[in-house]
């Protein structure tokens, strides 16, 4: 009898840990799913955060590159200018150097065999400025 009275104790047992167990569950898993869902949103606050920060970190960069690209042409534009300068100067009254020039361009002109008119005036170049002033 002994026996019986164990075992009518020890199912009594099992239908109460399976109840409390199926209470907890019922609690449980709705603050599980809860807290499941907060730790995801997190994960994805974080992500979007961090692609913030690339995005920013490479409009920073591409704006440093344009700035330094600027500047790389503005000075190009000064050693332009100031070799034009140069040039200007240096033809200035100098018939010489222009025919040296004139010269120059008829015989590299030669080995393509492509005849250029250019209008002349006691056999020197007429500039094609002057020619509109007159």
Request: with cysteine; aromatic share 6%; proline share 3%.
């Amino acid at each position: 009898m002994c026996w019986h009275g164990n075992e009518m104790f020890a199912g009594v047992l099992i239908v109460i840990l399976v109840l409390m167990l199926g209470i907890a569950l019922m609690f449980g898993l709705p603050i599980y799913g809860v807290w499941k869902e907060g730790k995801k949103g997190e994960a994805e606050l974080r992500r979007a955060e961090q692609n913030k920060q690339i995005r920013i970190e490479e409009a920073r960069a591409q704006m440093e590159s344009s700035k330094l690209l600027a500047s790389a042409e503005i000075e190009r534009a000064k050693g332009v200018a100031e070799a034009n300068k140069i040039i200007g100067e240096s033809l200035e009254n100098s018939e010489a150097y222009l025919r040296y020039l004139w010269v120059q361009a008829l015989s590299e002109g030669s080995g393509n065999r492509q005849v250029i008119y250019i209008p002349t005036e006691g056999q020197l170049p007429l500039p094609e400025a002057s020619r509109l002033l007159q």
